[in-house]
Nanobody
């Protein structure tokens, strides 16, 4: 089992920045790829970014490419999502997830956090 706890969400104006953190406990953090997903009210959960266990290979959704950066610190069992140039359409609950592979599909992640709200005002 892996337990995931997100933090760092909040209210920010358009153009601002936030950094989300996801702290993991339980099994060996470096064994897992980590992903960030988001879900806005009335919409399906959407892939945001993912990072391989080695921290080198990353993938991003087109909608966040160039604005968001995913990173991880295996010594601290933590994955981060730095979000810059935020837009109102980035408003959602953001979830981190752990899985065997750095993939875009949410169904292939085994463990999920409880989510953290990000609200971007215009």
């Amino acid at each position: 089992q892996v337990q995931l706890v997100e933090s760092g969400g909040g209210l920010v104006q358009a153009g601002g920045s936030l950094r989300l953190s996801c702290a993991a406990s339980g099994r060996t953090f470096s064994d897992y790829a980590m992903g960030w997903f988001r879900q806005a009210p009335g919409k399906e959960r959407q892939f945001v970014a993912t990072i391989h266990w080695n921290g080198i290979i990353t993938y991003y959704a087109d909608s966040v490419k160039g604005r968001f950066t995913i990173s991880r610190d295996n010594a601290k069992n933590t994955v981060y999502l730095q979000m810059n140039s935020l837009k109102p359409e980035d408003t959602a609950v953001y979830y981190c997830a752990a899985g065997a592979f750095a993939v875009l599909s949410s169904t292939l992640y085994d463990y999920w956090g409880q989510g953290t709200q990000v609200t971007v005002s215009s």
